[in-house]
């Protein structure tokens, strides 16, 4: 079946500290691709995403790139600030089911201090 | 863009009573609208899919009896938890899709309490 794992967190870093986030997928065919963004108290929130092989997503900094080979779309941040900790979420839509649910990673969530 | 807005944000009920919880597409027509829920420090599970006019289509482990949904309209669906128990307490959210071409908006959440 469809599925999507994440690195565990919690992830803890200094401001303007390198991000990174794994994330792979168990899917056929060709997902598409999202990377959510819950700050606390709050609902998700779309931060990108990417709907074909190779295809690179961004958005505030934030970057992540649709890797067939290795079925992976990892997210990553050249330079995190204090405002980006939040639980940061991996998801996919199965290639052939366009009104389809998302399938949620588990959600890794994000520290940086000041 | 596209707004979905979910109410209430957070409510207290008393172990027996039932609780509704609305969400309203602003914006747009929610032909599909998606309810998760989501437990501490873990991922949304899906709880059911609906589509206007149309009875809900629940996950495996549901109790359709517990968590009746409505989407009697274009831009209103409605979860409500009946005869809410401790158990229950989590962190519900609703998604709504307009259809093709259209991406997936998020409510804000409803925290749910039952003491």
């Known amino acids: 079946g469809n599925s999507v794992t994440q690195m565990e967190g919690p992830v803890t870093l200094s401001e303007e500290a390198f991000l990174t986030i794994n994330c792979t997928y168990t899917?056929?065919?060709?997902?598409?691709l999202f990377w959510y963004v819950q700050y606390p108290g709050e609902g998700l929130q779309l931060l990108l995403k990417?709907?074909?092989?190779?295809d690179k997503g961004s958005n505030k900094g934030f970057e992540a790139t649709y890797r067939k080979e290795t079925t992976s779309f990892h997210l990553e941040k050249g330079s995190v600030q204090v405002s980006d900790s939040a639980v940061y979420f991996c998801?996919?839509?199965?290639?052939?089911?366009?009104?389809?649910?998302?399938?949620f990673g588990k959600g890794t969530t994000l520290s940086v201090s000041s | 863009g596209a707004v979905v807005s979910q109410h209430p944000s957070w409510v207290i009920c008393k172990s027996g009573t039932s609780v509704k919880i609305e969400c309203r597409s602003l914006?747009?027509?929610?032909?599909?609208m998606f309810w998760y829920r989501q437990f501490p420090k873990q991922s949304l599970m899906l709880m059911a899919t609906s589509n206007e006019g149309s009875k809900a289509t629940y996950e495996q482990g549901v109790e359709k009896d517990k968590f009746l949904i409505n989407h009697a309209s274009l831009t209103l669906s409605t979860l409500t938890v009946t005869s809410a128990h401790p158990e229950d307490s989590s962190f519900y959210i609703c998604?709504?899709?307009?259809?093709?071409?259209?991406?997936?908006?998020f409510g804000s959440g409803t925290r749910l309490t039952v003491v």
């Open positions: 914006d747009f027509q929610a032909t599909t």
């Open positions: 990417a709907t074909k092989a190779d």
């Open positions: 998801a996919l839509r199965p290639s052939n089911q366009a009104g389809t649910a998302l399938i």
């Open positions: 899917a056929t065919g060709y997902p598409s």
């Open positions: 998604s709504a899709r307009g259809g093709e071409g259209y991406g997936y908006t």
